[in-house]
T-cell receptor, first 112, second 115 residues
Framework: GNSVTQMEGPVTLSEEAFLTINCTYT??????LFWYVQYPGEGLQLLLK?????DKGSNKGFEATYRKETTSFHLEKGSVQVSDSAVYFC???????????FGTGTSLTVIP | NAGVTQTPKFRILKIGQSMTLQCTQD?????MYWYRQDPGMGLKLIYY???????DKGEVPNGYNVSRSTTEDFPLRLELAAPSQTSVYFC??????????????FGEGSWLTVV
């Protein structure tokens, strides 16, 4: 079946630390991959996406590379800020499917 | 620039009551979805629709019903509310599920408590 597995949290980092949140997936065919971010009390917002192997999605200093050989889409940021504190969700959709599949979310807290 | 709008934002229901969560989108999206998010958990798909007049069950449809009479609206009906339906509900939409149109957009959520 189709599924997304992401690193369990919560994750706590100091400001300006390096961030990695791991995400691996299982899917048939060639899915599109996404990272969504959810700030407290809000809905999910698209952070970045990649639609084919070796594509790199990037936004607001975050980036993730679609690695088909390792079925991974790890989220990275070189220097986190307090304002990055949120829950991050990895997701996929198959190119022949109608449903998005989300990971369980990773909570990130950045302390000054 | 409304996007996906869902109402109400907060609601307390008594066990056995019924209610409808409203959802509308102004982006002319074909696909619409209802998810629930339980504390500390990910998103679970309740129902989805690929276009007006077409709906399908997701992972956790029991206790819910939907309809899609127009492209814009996708209400979620809770019949005979139970404490297990206490959750945050998100409506979402996407233009497509492939290519550049496969980004999913979310509403701000509806917090529902059943007591």
């Amino acid at each position: 079946g189709n599924s997304v597995t992401q690193m369990e949290g919560p994750v706590t980092l100091s400001e300006e630390a390096f961030l990695t949140i791991n995400c691996t997936y299982t899917a048939t065919g060639y899915p599109s991959l996404f990272w969504y971010v959810q700030y407290p009390g809000e809905g999910l917002q698209l952070l970045l996406k990649a639609t084919k192997a070796d594509d790199k999605g990037s936004n607001k200093g975050f980036e993730a590379t679609y690695r088909k050989e390792t079925t991974s889409f790890h989220l990275e940021k070189g220097s986190v800020q307090v304002s990055d504190s949120a829950v991050y969700f990895c997701a996929l959709i198959r190119n022949t499917g109608n449903q998005f599949y989300f990971g369980t979310g990773t909570s990130l807290t950045v302390i000054p | 620039n409304a996007g996906v709008t869902q109402t109400p934002k907060f609601r307390i229901l008594k066990i056995g009551q019924s209610m409808t969560l409203q959802c509308t989108q102004d982006m002319n999206h074909n696909y619409m979805y209802w998810y629930r998010q339980d504390p500390g958990m990910g998103l679970k798909l309740i129902y989805y629709s690929v276009g007006a007049g077409i709906t399908d069950k997701g992972e956790v449809p029991n206790g819910y019903n939907v309809s899609r009479s127009t492209t814009e609206d996708f209400p979620l009906r809770l019949e005979l509310a139970a404490p297990s339906q206490t959750s945050v509900y998100f409506c979402a939409s996407s233009y497509s599920t492939r290519g550049d149109g496969n980004t999913i957009y979310f509403g701000e959520g509806s917090w529902l408590t059943v007591v």
